[in-house]
Structure formats: C-alpha cells, structure tokens
C-alpha cells in the first residue's frame, strides 16, 4: 500500500507568518531582510510549554514569600495607626458613603487640615479587612503580601507577552521586582498597599490596551481596535486607580506613548517624513481621543474634590520647596531625582522617613553631588536618544523593552517629582514601587544584550549566576529589612541610627519613648530635634509637656510652638493648662482655650478644659454647655461622660453624676477612672458595698496603688483594719516611696497598737519629705493614743506651721485635737484657747462648741459655758451629752447660787 505524502510546504523564516506568505505568493522575489542580533529571542514565537510558565510562576511566588514571611507578624506602625486605628471609614458602623467624601486619613476632604489624599477604593479594602478580622494586624500583612505576590507574577506576565517576548529576561526582570529591597515599606507597611494595589492595576490596565488592539500587521501603519471593550475596561481600570494612589492614573498616559512611539511607530515615522496623517489613523486617533477624555474628566473631579485648597505642607516636609533661591530649588530637584535612581539600583541604606535634613540642600554650584546629577542625566539622555534612534531606525523589539522600561520609570514618578505640584515628603521609598517596574526591566535588558552580544559561551552563564546574585543579594537584604516595621520602637530607633541627622527621626522616637513612659529618654530625643532643627513646633510643644512642673522652660516651650505655627492647637491647649495650673491666670487660660476652638472647633479635649476652668470660676451653666457639646462632639468617647460626671459631683448632684459614671463604662467597661470616681461617690453616698465592689472591679483590670489606697481608706473607716493593712501593703509595693501611703499605712498600724512600727514609718516619711506636713498630724495621733500628749502637742504646733493652705473645716478639727491634748496634760487655759480657735474657725463644730463649753463649766464660768452649750446644742439638738452637761451646769449653778446665798 502506498504512503501518501505531504507536500513539502515552502521555507521561510521565523519573521513571517501564513498570511504574509499567501498575501506575497505572486509578488516579484526580493531579498528576505535579515535577522538582527538585537531581537529578542526567536523562540518568542514559539508557544512556552505551561509547565515552564507555571514553573517559573511559582518560583516567583515562592521568591514573595520568603522575602515577606515575616512581615506578617508586624504591629500597626508608623501611618497605620491614624489610617487603620484611628480611621472610623474602616469601621461597619460608619456608612460606606463616608469613604467618597473623607480623604485616606478620615478627614473629611472640605476641611481645611485635611490630606488631600483621596484613595477611597484603597480604604474600601482596608474596611474588608476589618470586616473579617478587625484590628488584627496578621490580616492586613498577609493581604498586602498576596498583593505583592500576585503583582510579581503579572509582571512577569506582562514582560513575556508584552516586553521581551522572551522569557529567561522576563523572569529575571520579575525576580527583581519579588525581590527588591526598596518595596519593604510599600509592603510591609500596611498604608503601602495603595501603592501595591495600585501597581497591580497599572499592569493589569496596560496589559487589557494591548489586547485590545489587533495584532501587528507589517503592511499596516497604524493598528485598529481589535476589542473596544477591552479598550474601554483598560481606561476604567487606570480611573480606578487614581482611587487607590494618585499617581495610578499616569498609566492611560503611558497607554497613550506606548501606542504612538510603539503600536502606531509606522504611521507617526511617516507622518513626521511626509507632514500629513491619513484617514488611517482614525483607531489610533479615537483611541487617544477617549483616553484623554477621561483623563481630564478625572483631573476636573479631582481638582473639585480639593475645594479649591491643596494640601498644606511645610518645610518641615519637603525643604527643597520652600528654598527662597529658585537655584537651590532646582538643583536640589534634580539631585533627587539621582538620589531616587540610585535608591532603585543599590538599595543599601533605606529609611522610614527621609525628612527634615536626611538630605541637605544642593545650595552651590561647586556642591560635588551636582556631578551626580550631571551623570544621571546624560545616562538618561543616552537612553532616550537611543531609544529615539530605535524609532527611526525600526528596531521594534529594543524600542518596545527601552520605551516601556522609560514609561514605567519615568510616568508614574513625574507626580512625585515637585515638578508640577509640591509634595509632602523628601524621598518616599513606597512611591518607587511602580517606577521600580521599568528600572527591573532595564537591568534585565542589559544583562540579557550581554549574553546575546557576546560569542563565548562562558559569558551567559556569568550573566546568569551575576542575576541571581543580584536577586540573592536583594532577598537577603528585604528579609533583614521587614523587622524594621514590625513594631513602633524597631521603625524609628532604625530611623535614628541610619539617619541620625534626621530630625524628623529623633521627633518620632521620641513620641514613641513618651507613650510608653520612658521619659527621659524622650527628653533627650526631643532636645536632640531641636538642636537639628530649632524650628519644630511639635517638638518645642511634647517637650514642654515632659518638663516637670517647676521647670521655667515649660511656658517658653509652650510659646515657642505658638510662634512657629500660629495654628498649633495643641499648644495653645497645652500652654492654657499650664498657665491655669501653675499661674493661676485663668483669664489668660480661658482666652487661649477659645482660640484653640477657633483655630479648630471639633476640638473636643479644649471644650473639655475650658468647662472645667469655668466650673472652678463658679460658671456652672457655661460649664455645663460645653460638657454637653464634648458629648455631641465625640458621642462614643467614655471620657465625655466621665468628665460630665464629675461635673455632677461638684454641683452635688450625685444621681445624675452616678447616671454618666454608668454611660461610661456603658461604652469601656474597663475604665479605669470612672470606675474609681463611681466608687467614691458611692462612699459620699453611704453605699460602702458598692463602693468597695467598684474599687476590686477597677483593680481586677489594673493594679493601681492610687486605688489600693482608696480601698485602704475605706477598709480602715469600717474597722476592718486587717484588710486595711492587706491591702496599704500591696500598694506600697507599687510605690514603696509614696508618703501619703505610708502614712495612712502608719495610721492602720497604730489603730492596731503597733505604735512603734506606726511612728517608725512616720519618721521615715518625714526624714525623706520634710514638708510633708501630714505626717506630723498623724503622728500627732498616734503620741495622742500613747498618752505623749507633749508630743502630740508638739507635732500638731509643726503641721499648723507647715500647712498654710488648710481649710477652715481642717483647721478647726486640728485645734480641737490640740486642745484636747492640752486638756489632758492640764494645761486648762491652752485648751480654752484652741478650743475657742476652733470655734472661730468653724463655728458649725458642736463637739468643739461643746468642749469648749466644759472648759468654761469646769471654771463655773456658768454664763459662757451656758453659751457654748447651747450653740452645740442647736446644732445637735438630740446629743445625749450636750444634754447632760446643761443638767449639770443647771445644778453647778444652782449650787453656786446657793454658795453664794449662805455666805
């Protein structure tokens, strides 16, 4: 049986396809154009097996997870905690709607201190998050990481099918982009999902263009719109992405280059040789057309959703705007942009926050940095012209790697170049995420030449190991990098070792110190700040409140701020306090308190302070208008309530002070300070079980010694002295040093008989605080139950000297106390006289009226004894006592009378 064979089909080369074949088959023969060294590698017309392409897919994968494993066990840090915590648009019970009309921080965007970051589909992510895992910190990293991953793996992806055609450089250039140090922040960082998110939709657009445009045609000078819904799709994600990063919107821009310079190349070369565009160039011109459409339609959007204001920033955030000398400016913009580049090509010193003198000014001509910018930009402007020659000579495949690798680098970094509109930062390492796209594919581009351009065989396997030196390299150091943000004090101590000129560093370790209480070392990072850079409001200001009380650089502090920033609230509230507290000017107080709610009026801690200013002035119904407006102003902040409560308690009204007490711990059954104010109120009442109750809940959920001390007290005043002793114990274990503590410790102790121990602690506590002047009174006491009484008499004498400030209430019950003593060692007219003191002080006493009544009777002064008795006896009509000694006088009258009557 015959085998039937095929014909044999003609030879051409792997440039061709069928259709030209068949399209040609008549034409006259021509020299077949030869094939160039600078074309990728021809196997890019052949399919790639999908085991290859999913091998290569999971390495990078594999690649993102180990470079970003552990990232995942990362706190809220640095931005996070103001666009995740403090972020109510996150929250369920804040309507969706709020997202569209607040920037990325919360604020609403018409407000003058507000952003001007609109990212509200980036927000939306964060409020799934929360949805499924509220504040949960593991949820957010493990997002931003599978973001990151998915975004490696595109890319990889878009640099096979629509870059090299190849895919050893295309995997190369993904390895760098997995792997690249530089991304730590965008990614380990949970604010940077924006940026990552929004890399994933600037391929994901620039790849759905291309697909949306026919295949090259040879014979063609400009491509026609294959699918206008692919088209449509592309610009719809490029909108999207300015609502997740500003900066997203630049990829309809590079749609636009990419489609003149590359897929239309043809049609504009002839265009610039003949002068005039034919009618087909209409796809390419309604392409254009629609994409610039909806960029201004965007831009007119954006522009409203200012309200007419940009942003705020001071030269705190970006010095180089504020350089009075346009020559300064500019240099130091284009250093910058050196500085940037070379950030993305050798990643060695990275940093949180590049503020603040992290990078001097370029203020000289003769500044030995502008021979780096001069080198940076002859680099690029050989790129570009080479890119240009590609152009004109039909060097279609270098054109589209150099073009697309220049878009990517250059497009999406323009926003935040200061060359159009100022920003607020120096050098941001989340805003080179997208950019580091193009330098990823440069570097992989040159190594790939290098291979191709040499005839050795060794030089390829040099250049293959030299890459997965680099992405080893670049692994290592993105592992090391990731615990940098994993928590608050590991992030701005790295800020202070790597940039320790970095003002702006020292201020954020600073806060951090302040928050957790290490004082001191605060201090000296805050004054660090200002030796840096004097002019720093909130460092003058969270200095002063750090400083103690006797410190006369507190109220300097305090002005200073005001000076730098006529705006700064804080430090008007801060220097209100102050000047409240310690100056006792509360004119002056209420004056600054009100410009603080000028300057902003939802400041609801100054309306808070003001009421309580006014409440101690005795303006009870102003005082009382301002609570209320702190609880309309933060309707879910327990403090509003507890403030409002002790408001109550001032004016004595102890029902409604219980009423917001409760609303507190309504909203955070954990508060501390409201459970302790509920409980002595509760004491005030008489309800000693609920006070106490009150006081072991509060203790249940933090051991203070403030409060032990409380329950102490009370123990102490219902004879459960034991427990009182208990209890004063664990509290000195807390603060051992605490005179008041040791006191009420020592009074336990006598009421028990342990004298010597009571007035051994007493001692101490008036060796270490010789003005403390209560411990004399105690001591007093317990020389009083001893029967000392000279003693007594002569600690009470120290206390009346020290005290000054004693109220009259105060004042009569210690002259009672020291006449009684008087009284007993006999000394009769010392008695009468501090009784009569006593008296005076507080004419209300009964039992000092009664006492002194006694004296007088023990003297058959009958009429001033009578007197006294009486006075007493108005007071405590139902006294037993008082009742007997008139009986008694009565009688020592009568008796006297009739003394009298026989002599």
């Not at 933060?634 to 409560?645: E, I, R, S």
């Amino acid at each position: 049986m015959a085998i039937k064979r095929k014909p044999k089909s003609p030879h051409f080369s792997h440039e061709q396809n069928s259709s030209q074949f068949n399209n040609n088959m008549n034409s006259p023969k021509v020299n077949a154009p030869s094939l160039k060294r600078d074309s990728p590698i021809l196997s890019s017309r052949i399919p790639l097996p999908n085991f290859t392409k999913w091998t290569y897919c999971g390495i990078t994968v594999v690649l993102c997870i180990l470079c970003y494993w552990n990232s995942l066990n990362g706190d809220f840090v640095h931005d996070d905690i103001m666009a995740l915590k403090d972020n109510q648009d996150i929250r369920p019970s804040t309507p969706v709607g709020e997202i569209f009309l607040n920037d990325f921080w919360g604020k609403r965007m018409a407000d003058n201190t507000s952003h001007k970051s609109y990212r509200p589909l980036c927000v939306l992510t964060f409020r799934l998050n929360y949805y499924f895992g509220e504040l949960n910190p593991i949820g957010y990293h493990a997002v931003n990481v599978a973001l990151h991953t998915m975004t490696s793996v595109l890319f990889l992806h878009v640099c096979h099918r629509c870059v090299f055609l190849d895919i050893k450089p295309s995997v190369i250039a993904a390895f760098l982009f997995a792997t690249h140090p530089v991304h730590t922040e965008a990614v380990s960082g949970i604010v940077g999902r924006a940026d990552v998110l929004a890399c994933f939709l600037f391929l994901l657009s620039f790849l759905t263009f291309l697909r949306s445009i026919e295949k090259p045609d040879p014979d063609k000078d400009y491509l026609t719109t294959k699918s206008p819904l692919c088209l449509m799709l592309s610009v719809f994600l490029g909108a999207c992405n300015m609502f997740i990063k500003e900066h997203g919107i630049t990829v309809l821009g590079v749609c636009i280059i990419y489609d003149v310079m590359v897929l239309s190349r043809k049609g504009i070369f002839r265009f610039l040789q003949t002068g005039s565009l034919d009618m087909s160039c209409s796809p390419m011109m309604k392409r254009i057309f629609t994409i610039l459409t909806v960029l201004v339609l965007l831009m007119v959007f954006r522009i409203w959703m200012l309200n007419g204001q940009l942003p705020a920033f001071s030269d705190q955030d970006n010095p180089a705007s504020f350089a009075p000398h346009l020559s300064t400016r500019f240099m130091t913009y284009c250093y910058l942009l050196v500085f940037n580049g070379w950030l993305l090509l050798a990643p060695t010193i990275l940093c949180y926050d590049w503020q603040m003198g992290s990078i001097p000014l370029v203020e000289s001509v003769a500044d030995l940095r502008n021979l780096a910018t001069i080198s940076f930009i002859a680099v690029m402007a050989m790129i570009s012209i080479y890119c240009l020659l590609c152009f004109y000579q039909d060097k279609k495949n270098q054109l589209r790697v150099i073009l697309t690798a220049l878009l990517f680098l250059v497009i999406p970094f323009l926003p935040a170049s200061n060359l159009f509109i100022r920003v607020g930062f120096v050098v941001a390492e989340r805003i080179l995420y997208i950019p580091s796209l193009g330098i990823c594919i440069l570097v992989s581009h040159g190594i790939n030449n290098i291979c191709r351009s040499s005839t050795k065989r060794l030089v390829p396997m040099i250049c293959t190991v030299m890459a997965l030196v680099i992405v080893a390299l670049f692994t290592w150091r993105t592992i090391i990098r990731n615990p940098v943000w994993n928590t608050r004090e590991s992030l701005f101590k790295s800020g202070v070792h790597t940039l320790p000129h970095n003002a702006k560093a020292h201020y954020n370790y600073a806060n951090y110190l302040k928050d957790i209480g290490r004082t001191e070392e605060a201090v000296k990072h805050y004054r660090r700040t200002l030796e840096l850079y004097p002019r720093h409001a909130s460092a003058n200001n969270n200095l002063g409140t750090l400083l103690k009380d006797s410190d006369n650089d507190t109220e300097i502090l305090f002005r200073r701020a005001i000076e730098i920033n006529p705006m700064h609230v804080r430090a008007y509230f801060n220097l209100a306090n102050y000047v409240n507290k310690f100056g006792g000017r509360q004119e002056e107080a209420i004056s600054l308190l009100i410009r603080a709610i000028e300057i902003d009026n939802q400041y609801a801690d100054a309306y808070s302070s003001l009421a309580g200013i006014l409440l101690d002035s005795g303006r009870y119904e102003e005082a009382e208008k301002l609570y209320q407006n702190v609880i309309k102003l933060t309707p879910t902040d327990p403090n509003a309530y507890n403030n409002y409560g002790a408001y109550f308690v001032r004016i004595d009204q102890q029902e409604k002070a219980t009423e917001q007490y409760l609303k507190c711990l309504d909203l955070d059954p954990k508060h501390n300070v409201a459970m302790v104010n509920i409980a002595r109120l509760f004491r005030k009442m008489g309800k000693t079980k609920e006070a106490e109750d009150m006081y072991i809940r509060s203790l249940a959920v933090k051991r203070e010694a403030e409060t032990l001390k409380s329950l102490g007290a009370l123990y102490f005043n219902t004879d459960r002295h034991n427990k009182a002793v208990e209890t004063f114990q664990e509290a000195l274990v807390l603060e051992p040093d605490s005179p008041e503590i040791n006191t009420n410790y020592a009074q336990v102790l006598a009421r028990l008989h342990r004298f010597d121990e009571s007035i051994t602690i007493l001692h101490n506590v008036v060796e270490r605080n010789p003005s403390y002047a209560l411990a004399h009174r105690h001591l007093a006491s317990v020389f009083a139950l001893m029967k000392n009484y000279s003693e007594a008499i002569k600690h009470i004498d120290n206390y009346l000297e020290m005290d000054s400030g004693i109220d009259t209430k105060t004042k009569a019950e210690i002259l009672y106390e020291q006449g009684s003593n008087y009284r007993e060692i006999n000394k009769h007219q010392d008695a009468i006289k501090c009784y009569k003191a006593a008296v005076e002080a507080n004419p209300e006493f009964a039992t000092a009226q009664m006492n002194l009544g006694a004296m007088y009777h023990m003297q058959d002064e009958i009429d001033l004894a009578r007197q006294h008795y009486e006075a007493a006896l108005k007071l405590e009509p139902n006294n037993a006592i008082i009742l007997e000694n008139m009986k008694k006088l009565e009688n020592r009258e009568a008796k006297l009378k009739s003394m009298k009557r026989k002599t």
